[in-house]
């Protein structure tokens, strides 16, 4: 992973999400602004850990979807058409508990066939970095996010039920981040 994939991945997002979709282009600015703050944490990781965050969400673009799963259909394209960094499509891939949704949407065999079955290392920043970001990208603690994606999606959406069947794993992934980087609840 070269220095500029950070760069790159931001114009990328940006070519697909700022007019398509202003408002999940403002989430993925916040994303990409909480990544930013990891880099004392994560050495010469913080590129690709903001790469990710610029891209986590790029598959939600018009022109992308595929399966409708934008996890999936965002690690597809970065792999398929830019020959991405394997393991910046695993995280796209794999980023907040995506696993749990695909399972309900019956994806679940096709991403851990095509990206892997376990979590690829930085999974738990990135997660950090999308569950404290709200969808006009301003910060929020994870559980007022949590709960904002249940009333966004409303009782009985599949979304609504992976992001309860996961707010356990997202909450600890949230708190463990905050741990390494000392800071209280």
Same mark, same amino acid.
């Given at each position: 992973?070269?220095?500029?994939?950070?760069?790159?991945?931001?114009?990328?997002? +940006?070519?697909?999400?700022?007019?398509?979709?202003?408002? $999940?282009w403002?989430?993925?600015?916040?994303?990409?602004?909480?990544?930013?703050?990891?880099?004392?944490?994560?050495?010469?990781?913080?590129?690709?850990?903001?790469?990710a965050?610029?891209?986590?969400?790029?598959?939600?673009a018009?022109d992308?979807?595929d399966?409708?799963?934008?996890?999936?259909?965002?690690?597809?394209?970065? +792999?398929?058409?830019?020959?991405?960094?394997?393991?910046?499509?695993?995280?796209?891939?794999?980023?907040?508990c995506?696993?749990?949704?695909?399972?309900?949407?019956?994806l679940?065999?096709?991403?851990?066939?095509?990206?892997? $079955?376990?979590?690829p290392?930085?999974?738990?920043q990135?997660?950090y970095?999308?569950?404290?970001?709200?969808?006009?990208?301003?910060?929020l603690?994870?559980?007022?996010?949590?709960?904002?994606?249940?009333?966004?999606?409303?009782?009985?959406?599949l979304?609504? +039920?992976?992001?309860?069947?996961?707010?356990?794993?997202?909450?600890?992934?949230?708190?463990s981040?905050?741990?390494?980087?000392?800071?209280?609840?």
């Amino acid at each position: 992973m070269n220095k500029n994939t950070a760069a790159w991945a931001r114009d990328l997002a +940006r070519k697909h999400l700022e007019t398509a979709l202003p408002r $999940r282009w403002a989430h993925t600015q916040g994303v990409a602004r909480q990544a930013r703050t990891l880099a004392p944490i994560l050495a010469d990781q913080a590129d690709l850990l903001e790469a990710a965050a610029w891209l986590h969400d790029i598959g939600y673009a018009p022109d992308l979807v595929d399966t409708g799963f934008h996890p999936l259909d965002g690690a597809r394209y970065l +792999r398929d058409t830019h020959h991405a960094d394997d393991h910046l499509c695993r995280l796209v891939a794999h980023h907040s508990c995506a696993l749990v949704e695909a399972y309900e949407r019956g994806l679940h065999e096709d991403v851990a066939e095509e990206f892997g $079955r376990k979590d690829p290392e930085l999974n738990r920043q990135l997660t950090y970095c999308d569950m404290t970001t709200g969808p006009d990208g301003n910060h929020l603690h994870v559980e007022e996010r949590l709960s904002e994606i249940r009333t966004r999606y409303g009782n009985g959406h599949l979304v609504s +039920r992976a992001i309860m069947n996961a707010s356990a794993q997202l909450t600890s992934a949230v708190q463990s981040v905050r741990d390494e980087l000392g800071l209280r609840a």
